[in-house]
């Protein structure tokens, strides 16, 4: 006799059920991040109709899901739990749990996981990698975590989803860089420290610049701060990190026309922890900084990276020929698609 589920009973007999769903928790799910939203705003965010979107949000509202007010829609308390209760079946219907399984073979990794959506059409899905993040998070701390934390926008929308509850209030956060010469509210630096914050936990700087010299850098090595630093990275069980693109990465480090000659004419396509590589993987190009290296990178137990965008397809698959393949991916769909 074939053993099926109830939810797949239900799909067997009702397979309009698909579309339904799916349709009915991205715009639950994008009212989430945007909220509140207009009907206008959310058709554009989803790509759908306004006649569509009021015909939804009729049945959402009579089903207590979400409260429409003058200055747009929000999802009510039950709203949320419907969310989270149906993020399994959402995935499966989806495809997005097979994509998962399929994508983390490809780049030979432990896990990957992929929300909705794509920040570079909608920068609001960084929301959802944050919130996927901070759950894996969650989830595998130990006490007494040392976290290191490089920074970038996509770091940084882990803040809105961490609370001050165990194990987030018995984490250290630490600086995995020093301080680049462009915003410093999505540098390492303030990342931590916004972190630890908003969870009750600790945090430790870096106050030294990304670039060194080679005299610098040997000089600041001796510094009693900085060996504690460098002791905190070999120490640091968890990673929290981005992958950049090299041309981004170039210009947020403000890198002269010489070195953007050199990453270009070596082939650079990505960028990690100050390492430059092409699509095979190799490294072409680094910075002398005092920041967390790779090597004490791989030795922690939990790497979370966090990259989406279909324009960051080609630095993420670049940098997992390098990375350590118990590395787990968080992403979204516009990124593992292109991959």
Not at 115 to 136: N, T, W
Not at 141 to 148: E, G, L
Not at 199 to 227: D, N, R, W
């Amino acid at each position: 006799m074939t053993d099926i589920s109830a939810f797949e009973a239900i799909r067997l007999l009702l397979p309009e059920i698909d579309r339904l769903l799916h349709n009915r928790y991205r715009m639950l799910q994008a009212i989430q991040a945007h909220g509140p939203i207009g009907r206008r705003t959310l058709a554009d965010v989803l790509n759908r109709t306004e006649r569509e979107i009021r015909n939804e949000m009729g049945i959402l509202q009579e089903k207590q899901l979400i409260q429409v007010f003058q200055k747009g829609m929000i999802l009510t308390e039950l709203g949320h739990i419907v969310l989270e209760k149906l993020k399994l079946n959402f995935y499966e219907i989806s495809g997005l749990a097979e994509k998962e399984k399929q994508l983390a073979n490809h780049l030979n990794i432990q896990k990957v996981a992929i929300v909705p959506g794509d920040v570079d059409i909608d920068p609001s899905a960084k929301s959802l990698l944050g919130k996927e993040a901070s759950y894996i998070l969650g989830e595998r701390a130990t006490p007494k975590s040392i976290v290191a934390v490089t920074g970038g926008s996509s770091v940084a929308s882990l803040s809105q989803h961490l609370i001050e509850a165990k194990p987030f209030n018995t984490m250290k956060f630490v600086s995995a860089r020093g301080s680049m010469r462009s915003d410093v509210s999505l540098q390492a630096n303030t990342l931590v420290s916004q972190f630890a914050k908003k969870c009750g936990g600790q945090y430790h700087t870096l106050l030294l610049p990304e670039f060194l010299s080679e005299q610098a850098y040997t000089l600041m090595m001796e510094e009693p701060i900085v060996k504690e630093t460098v002791q905190l990275y070999d120490d640091a069980n968890i990673v929290i990190h981005g992958i950049g693109t090299a041309s981004e990465m170039g210009k947020r480090r403000k890198m002269s026309e010489d070195d953007n000659a050199q990453l270009t004419n070596n082939g650079a396509v990505g960028e990690a922890f100050g390492y430059y590589f092409d699509e095979s993987g190799n490294v072409v190009y680094r910075i002398q900084t005092v920041g967390i290296q790779i090597e004490q990178v791989k030795q922690s137990e939990l790497i979370l990276a966090i990259a989406g965008g279909k324009s960051k397809a080609m630095a993420i698959e670049a940098y997992f020929k390098i990375a350590a393949n118990h590395t787990i991916l968080i992403t979204d769909e516009g990124a593992a698609d292109e991959i």
